[in-house]
């Protein structure tokens, strides 16, 4: 199963758990696993019509960012963050 990072704004979600551990073959499948098991998950990081991850948040899958969107292929042994994009002037 997939070990996903929690970052710290959607750790409310999770009861403040940083990590956890969930299947999945796509990133899709992963979402779906945590939204079972995490009300509101998809919600934080989904745009309004599920389909696309929100552009301000950016998913690496075991270290590489992802280009493939909710497709994007999981392994067994995949480490997943969603890392909020930074701004500032």
Same mark, same amino acid.
């Given at each position: 199963?997939?070990?996903?990072?929690?970052?710290?704004?959607?750790?409310?979600?999770?009861?403040?758990?940083?990590?956890?551990?969930?299947?999945?073959?796509?990133?899709?499948? &992963?979402?779906?696993?945590? /939204?079972?098991?995490?009300? #509101?998950?998809?919600?934080?990081?989904? @745009?309004?019509? !599920?389909?696309?991850?929100?552009?301000?948040?950016? &998913?690496?899958?075991?270290? /590489?960012?992802?280009?493939? #969107?909710?497709?994007?292929?999981?392994? @067994?042994?995949? !480490?997943?963050?969603?890392?909020?994009?930074?701004?500032?002037?």
């Amino acid at each position: 199963m997939a070990v996903v990072w929690i970052p710290p704004l959607l750790r409310h979600l999770t009861g403040g758990t940083d990590k956890v551990t969930v299947p999945g073959r796509t990133l899709r499948h &992963v979402l779906n696993s945590l /939204e079972e098991i995490y009300p #509101g998950f998809k919600a934080a990081l989904l @745009e309004e019509n !599920e389909e696309q991850v929100q552009s301000g948040i950016v &998913v690496v899958v075991d270290g /590489e960012a992802s280009q493939m #969107g909710l497709i994007e292929p999981v392994g @067994e042994k995949s !480490e997943i963050h969603f890392v909020p994009a930074i701004s500032g002037g």
